[in-house]
């Protein structure tokens, strides 16, 4: 019910509220206006304060940081709009405050409490914070094989064994732009490669060094499904590093066959990560669509058409990291790529990593078909509505085209004209020319 209600009142709604409040308060001061309707406008704009009042409570219901919403600048505003016209109705005030020139000098600064309102409703609602960038100290774990758990380091250790390669998996996560660059010279890989592999864009691939193999994956963000967090895995057959921009936990002893030496053990735990990641967003996206397609065929366009194709920018980013996974690890499972330690006998587990990614894509895939086809299908109905609405103003229209035009032959006064006819006759043809028309747009099926 208040969600219900916070929708009905939102901020497009509030600011025209504000504009007819602003609008009735300054016409007694611009006209003289009959007392009935002055008072008229005042009950009016008293509901107006209602329906303000009604917003806040329902707002300050649903926030989950009440002392932010209540400090929040435009939520300050909403208050004195909605106490200072209760405060005049105080007994404790003076007969003096609610004379005539000082209840107009109330009624005009309540008046201007409403034009910030105004504006605020006429603009755009804002678009979602970008991530913020990472700050603090970075984060760095080890976890050496046989470990059930990792242990903590710093950044000190991290730069120490990346000049002396021990058999570990270092993972350093909250990573600024200037810790990237030091370990960029601390391994002796190029910079760019970094900067291109941790950016949020960023898609699965494979590249191939002399001394490291890059494999970079796209991680979904847990809890939000419109973010993915970049991860590059720096592989050789006996050591991993894994840089991550934002904070990420990834370290686990993996699962993978005791047979696979470390590394590829461990990049192999991390691509199953991101398929297991994958999986449960798919489920995620596909309880959001099954929720949208119970949507009633007249919802409001504006919420419908946000949670689409907020919908489908999200399986098409799925879509295009999961098709790059699948290749590169049905690549991998031929042979064609290369990852250091990974020998033909074992195959066989990226073989089946990639039958469970092919079978993800193709899940994505059908649920952003079925989004662009549930987009269609209200375009059309919208297509159709808005048909049907301009056909009924073509018809009323024609129909009152026809009494205009003989209006404009005949003119208003017949006493004098030149045609031997009456008031009575010309309203009865125009009439029945009307019925006609209205009689062919019926046989046309127009009207229905």
Same mark, same amino acid.
């Given at each position: 019910?208040?969600?219900?209600?916070?929708?009905?009142?939102?901020?497009?709604?509030?600011?025209?509220?504000?504009?007819?409040?602003?609008?009735?308060?300054?016409?007694?001061?611009?006209?003289?206006?009959?007392?009935?309707?002055?008072?008229?406008?005042?009950?009016?704009?008293?509901?107006?304060?209602?329906?303000?009042?009604?917003?806040?409570?329902?707002?300050?219901?649903?926030? #989950?940081?009440?002392?932010?919403?209540?400090?929040?600048?435009?939520?300050?505003?909403?208050?004195?709009?909605?106490?200072?016209?209760?405060?005049?109705?105080?007994?404790?005030?003076?007969?003096?405050?609610?004379?005539?020139?000082?209840?107009?000098?109330?009624?005009?600064?309540?008046?201007?409490?409403?034009?910030?309102?105004?504006?605020?409703?006429?603009?755009?609602?804002?678009?979602?914070?970008?991530?913020?960038?990472?700050?603090?100290?970075?984060?760095? #774990?080890?976890?050496?094989?046989?470990?059930?758990?990792?242990?903590?380091?710093?950044?000190?250790?991290?730069?120490?064994?990346?000049?002396?390669? #021990?058999?570990?998996?270092?993972?350093?996560?909250?990573?600024?732009?200037?810790?990237?660059?030091?370990?960029?010279?601390?391994?002796?890989?190029?910079?760019?490669?970094?900067? $291109?592999?941790?950016?949020?864009?960023?898609?699965?691939?494979?590249?191939?060094?002399?001394?490291?193999?890059?494999?970079?994956?796209?991680?979904?963000?847990?809890?939000?499904?419109?973010?993915?967090?970049?991860?590059?895995?720096?592989?050789?057959?006996?050591?991993?590093?894994?840089?991550?921009?934002?904070?990420?936990?990834?370290?686990?002893?993996?699962?993978?066959?005791?047979?696979?030496?470390?590394?590829?053990?461990?990049?192999?735990?991390?691509?199953?990560?991101?398929?297991?990641?994958?999986?449960?967003?798919?489920?995620?996206?596909?309880?959001?669509?099954?929720?949208?397609?119970?949507?009633?065929?007249?919802?409001?366009?504006?919420?419908?058409?946000?949670? #689409?194709?907020?919908?489908?920018?999200?399986?098409?980013?799925?879509?295009?990291?999961?098709?790059?996974?699948? $290749?590169?690890?049905?690549?991998?499972?031929?042979?064609?790529?290369?990852?250091?330690?990974?020998?033909?006998?074992?195959?066989?587990?990226?073989?089946?990593?990639?039958?469970?990614?092919?079978?993800?894509?193709?899940?994505?895939?059908?649920?952003?078909?079925?989004?662009?086809?549930?987009?269609?299908?209200?375009?059309?109905?919208?297509?159709?509505?808005?048909?049907?609405?301009?056909?009924?103003?073509?018809?009323?229209?024609?129909?009152?085209?026809?009494?205009?035009?003989?209006?404009?032959?005949?003119?208003?006064?017949?006493?004098?004209?030149?045609?031997?006819?009456?008031?009575?006759?010309?309203?009865?043809?125009?009439?029945?020319?009307?019925?006609?028309?209205?009689?062919?747009?019926?046989?046309?099926?127009?009207?229905?």
């Amino acid at each position: 019910m208040l969600n219900r209600l916070s929708g009905v009142l939102n901020e497009t709604v509030m600011g025209f509220l504000a504009l007819a409040a602003l609008s009735l308060g300054l016409s007694p001061f611009l006209f003289e206006l009959p007392r009935g309707i002055e008072q008229g406008f005042d009950v009016a704009q008293w509901l107006i304060i209602g329906l303000f009042a009604l917003e806040y409570a329902v707002s300050f219901a649903l926030s #989950t940081n009440w002392r932010k919403f209540v400090f929040d600048p435009w939520h300050i505003l909403d208050a004195v709009i909605i106490v200072a016209p209760l405060l005049s109705l105080l007994p404790a005030v003076s007969e003096s405050l609610r004379s005539t020139p000082a209840l107009r000098i109330l009624r005009l600064f309540r008046i201007l409490l409403f034009v910030p309102r105004v504006s605020h409703g006429l603009e755009r609602p804002a678009a979602p914070p970008p991530r913020p960038a990472a700050s603090g100290k970075p984060r760095v #774990t080890v976890l050496r094989p046989g470990d059930a758990a990792p242990r903590k380091s710093d950044w000190s250790e991290l730069l120490q064994w990346a000049a002396a390669p #021990t058999s570990d998996w270092l993972h350093a996560s909250n990573l600024a732009p200037d810790r990237l660059m030091e370990v960029a010279s601390a391994l002796g890989v190029p910079r760019v490669m970094i900067e $291109g592999a941790l950016h949020e864009s960023s898609y699965p691939r494979i590249e191939s060094g002399a001394s490291w193999t890059a494999l970079t994956l796209s991680l979904p963000a847990a809890g939000d499904p419109i973010h993915r967090d970049p991860v590059l895995m720096l592989v050789t057959a006996d050591d991993v590093l894994s840089l991550a921009p934002h904070p990420l936990d990834l370290q686990h002893l993996p699962v993978e066959p005791g047979a696979l030496p470390w590394g590829p053990r461990c990049a192999l735990h991390i691509i199953r990560l991101v398929l297991v990641r994958n999986e449960v967003l798919a489920g995620q996206l596909e309880r959001t669509l099954r929720q949208i397609e119970a949507l009633p065929m007249r919802e409001s366009p504006e919420s419908f058409f946000g949670q #689409t194709f907020r919908l489908k920018r999200v399986l098409s980013t799925a879509k295009g990291d999961l098709w790059r996974l699948r $290749g590169l690890l049905e690549m991998l499972a031929d042979g064609r790529r290369l990852l250091p330690g990974l020998g033909p006998d074992q195959r066989e587990s990226v073989a089946q990593l990639a039958e469970e990614a092919d079978y993800l894509f193709e899940t994505v895939d059908n649920l952003r078909e079925s989004v662009l086809s549930l987009i269609e299908l209200h375009l059309g109905i919208a297509a159709y509505q808005t048909n049907r609405f301009m056909r009924l103003v073509a018809i009323v229209s024609a129909l009152a085209l026809i009494p205009a035009v003989v209006g404009g032959l005949l003119g208003m006064n017949l006493g004098d004209a030149p045609w031997p006819v009456t008031l009575g006759q010309v309203a009865f043809g125009t009439l029945m020319l009307m019925l006609a028309v209205l009689y062919i747009f019926t046989a046309k099926g127009w009207i229905r």
